[in-house]
């Protein structure tokens, strides 16, 4: 394509945007369920796989839903599996953001959370003690 001929559609782009943050809210409070759970925080709290599973629920709501946002902003004429990839990457680092904006700012933590910090911080205080 000609550069002289490259234009956003800032109103589909707006919607998209929109799409993204709500989504990613979305995710992040069903994925929620799994990872506040008891079992879950005491054997992969360590491991970052959470971010793994983010990313493939994120890429398979845009496969089912064909929502590429990277077609979006440059008016392709198909989708692409690389669109939805990054789609689903947005998403699932929005959803990233959204967990520290609960937990860190707001103070919302399941009690499993808030018990796994307890003993943390206990076990920290008896080896530095």
Do not use: C
């Amino acid at each position: 394509m000609a550069p002289d001929l490259f234009a956003i559609n800032w109103d589909t782009l707006a919607e998209a945007l929109m799409v993204v943050v709500v989504l990613s809210f979305v995710i992040e409070r069903a994925l929620s369920l799994v990872f506040e759970h008891r079992k879950f925080i005491e054997r992969f709290d360590e491991a970052n796989v959470k971010e793994l599973i983010a990313l493939g629920v994120s890429l398979g709501v845009v496969m089912k839903w064909q929502f590429d946002l990277i077609s979006i902003i440059f008016i392709g004429d198909k989708n692409t599996f690389i669109g939805y990839l990054i789609t689903a990457g947005v998403i699932a680092g929005g959803s990233k953001g959204a967990v520290k904006l609960f937990h860190d700012v707001l103070g919302m933590k399941s009690s499993a959370r808030l018990d796994k910090e307890q003993r943390d911080q206990r076990a920290a205080e008896l080896t530095d003690g």
